[in-house]
């Protein structure tokens, strides 16, 4: 397929076209050529593979093929092993035109992109009688996604930067014993139950300010364990992200996060004086703070 010559529109149906043909044949005994196609962004990179959202959310072999291609993104951009304290994790989950894709900050997409094919392959060799294979196609091309939750992300791009294979059905002990280590970071990528009410929040503003707290708190990001102030939108729909880089704002005016400078980024973290605050804001949504008022009645 030649992908390059065509106009954007031709391309991106040529591409969801793709997608939807080898999503059919994931259900047959060894599907072989399943096209995972990649395009520089302009932060980085992003990939999609033929397995459709709501698949993946069912888990079954449509998972294992995403994690193995999240999996194979985490080698090929150089994620190294995080810190087990308070690590952070750099793939971000997203919809493209109903099928999952994954987005990753990089500074060098054109060398990720053309180590993306050995990785994939590495990768997909540990997928039970899966054949995935990476397709890099013209920058931009990938650019419409949204941002989506996904339980399954967190665990995989680990099992990767551990060293593991993400869509293997059974990982190597050495690091099935070392992800024991970092189920604080697990957890904090994960639906727990102050999640789940934080998204129940009838209050779009409360909602996004639990919901960065709860994932900074779950990380350990306090102190010196800071994050870029953009990363508080992970995770957002994209109708939301402005929204909580707004609460990101009022929760750095109400003193809730520190700024720490930084050359050419801003970085956040929250302040250890202020955990019981913040503790309570995460679990019950209380608010006596007037920045945090003026927010909410904005």
């Known amino acids: 397929m030649e992908l390059a010559g065509l106009r954007p529109a031709q391309r991106s149906d040529a591409v969801l076209a793709s997608l939807a043909a080898d999503a059919q044949r994931i259900g047959s005994p060894r599907p072989s050529g399943l096209r995972c196609f990649a395009a520089a962004t302009p932060e980085g990179i992003c ?15 449509a998972r294992r093929l995403a994690a193995c291609v999240a999996g194979a993104l985490a080698v090929a951009v150089g994620l190294g092993v995080p810190r087990a304290d308070a690590g952070e994790l750099d793939l971000e989950a997203a919809s493209w035109r109903g099928f999952v894709a994954l987005r990753v900050v990089t500074s ?10 050995l990785s994939i ?61 970092y189920r ?16 129940d929040d009838p209050s779009p503003e409360r909602r996004a300010m ?38 990101g704002e009022a929760l750095l005016r109400a003193g809730l996060l520190a700024e720490k400078p930084s050359v050419g980024q801003r970085h956040v973290s929250l302040v250890a004086a202020r955990t019981d605050d913040i503790r309570r804001l995460i679990a019950g949504g209380d608010v006596d703070d007037p920045e945090l008022t003026r927010f909410l009645r904005r």
């Open 47 to 61: 990939l999609t593979a033929p397995a459709r959202v709501a698949d993946v959310s069912r888990a079954g072999r």
């Open 108 to 117: 060098d997409p054109t060398g990720a992109l053309e180590l993306l094919p």
């Open 121 to 181: 392959d590495e990768q997909g060799r540990h997928l039970d009688r899966m054949e995935p294979v990476a397709v890099v196609i013209p920058p931009g091309s990938l650019d419409d996604t949204e941002p989506i939750e996904a339980d399954w992300l967190a665990r995989a791009e680990l099992v990767a930067r551990l060293d593991g294979f993400s869509g293997a059905t059974r990982l190597d002990p050495a690091v099935e014993s070392a992800l024991a280590s």
């Open 184 to 199: 604080v970071l697990l957890d904090a990528h994960g639906p727990g139950p102050e999640e789940r009410a934080a998204h």
């Open 210 to 247: 639990r919901r960065i707290l709860r994932r900074l708190d779950g990380m350990g990001k306090y102190g010196g364990y800071h994050t870029e102030f953009s990363h508080l939108a992970r995770g957002f729909p994209g109708h939301e992200r402005a929204l909580a880089l707004e609460a």
